[in-house]
């Protein structure tokens, strides 16, 4: 297999389709539950690939492994703002590794209607990301004699819910399938450098600050003001912002009580998300920032949209603007 440096992809955002889990029990006055809220709740995941195997796959996932499946071509190096740097075909679909699979030696364990799930992508065209070790791919002979492409020894394979360039759906499904960092390994992005003594309170902190406009409300451990979405549900516990929304409306990450000053721990709680991270939940209510909140004390995203609102000690929406 002919190896060449290619060049780098242009950054992609992240679409992550959120899962709804148990939270709470009743929702309180001035939050109130959506009709058919309780219908909203995913049935659980199915076996090891997932609650989308062997169903609902994208046209021409269904075919054999090895059969017209399309090979990776110049891979590419994407950014993503969950992942980090995740490796992507030259039509910048995502490409995935499997854990059930080995990479000493490489073996495929992904046969059937796995393989309709999941695409095998054949050996034989790939060449390397520009800043990727040539010597990580190489190959893997199937049960059906056809050749899969490796990285560090790892098969490599395409998702059928993917079904544009950069989407990112088949991460952590079943947990046990993983977008590929350019080095082989699970993509995963890294930790922020610690901040240095005396530069205030870490941001894994939530606390209450007063505004004159808001009164109390919750903000972060940085003071950036802390917001809940309209559309979003408690029961079940469930984000509806996806895509360019999570770009635009960061999740805050799970804060451990003890770091939690002055807020409410009725509901006090995690969301799971698909693409492997976790969000907190205040009163069962996923919580985020907004980029545009430059710096700590503003409230630029109080009432944008007419469905994005200030947090209140209690976990409730903030309406005064």
Not at 276 to 305: E, H, L, M, R, S
């Amino acid at each position: 297999m002919g190896i060449k440096r290619g060049t780098t992809l242009a950054a992609v955002a992240v679409v992550v389709a959120l899962t709804a889990t148990a939270c709470g029990g009743d929702d309180k006055a001035g939050d109130a539950k959506p009709a058919g809220a309780a219908s909203q709740a995913p049935a659980s995941g199915a076996g090891d690939y997932g609650s989308d195997y062997g169903a609902g796959t994208a046209a021409g996932a269904g075919t054999a492994a090895g059969a017209d499946s399309k090979g990776a071509g110049q891979l590419a190096v994407a950014q993503n703002e969950q992942l980090g740097s995740i490796l992507a075909d030259s039509a910048g679909f995502t490409l995935y590794r499997f854990d059930k699979d080995t990479a000493k030696p490489p073996k495929s364990n992904c046969e059937g209607d796995c393989a309709k799930t999941w695409p095998v992508v054949p050996a034989g065209d790939a060449t390397a990301a520009a800043g990727m070790d040539p010597a990580l791919l190489g190959e893997v002979v199937r049960t059906d004699g056809s050749k899969q492409l490796t990285v560090a020894g790892w098969p490599v394979y395409r998702f059928s819910k993917d079904t544009k360039a950069g989407e990112t759906n088949g991460q952590g499904v079943g947990g046990t399938w993983f977008a590929f960092a350019p080095d082989g390994k699970k993509a995963a992005k890294a930790a922020p450098a610690p901040a240095p003594a005396g530069a205030g309170q870490a941001s894994g902190a939530l606390t209450v600050a007063k505004d004159p406009k808001l009164g109390e409300h919750i903000v972060d451990g940085n003071g950036m003001t802390v917001y809940r979405f309209k559309k979003d549900t408690a029961w079940p516990m469930a984000s509806n912002c996806t895509g360019d929304c999570v770009a635009k409306w960061p999740v805050v990450p799970p804060v451990d009580k003890a770091n939690a000053k002055g807020i409410v721990e009725k509901g006090y709680s995690v969301l799971d998300r698909p693409d492997g991270k976790k969000q907190q939940a205040i009163d069962c209510w996923p919580v985020y920032t907004f980029t545009g909140d430059k710096k700590a004390g503003d409230i630029n995203g109080q009432g944008v949209g007419g469905t994005w609102y200030a947090v209140s000690p209690d976990g409730k929406l903030i309406t005064t603007s």
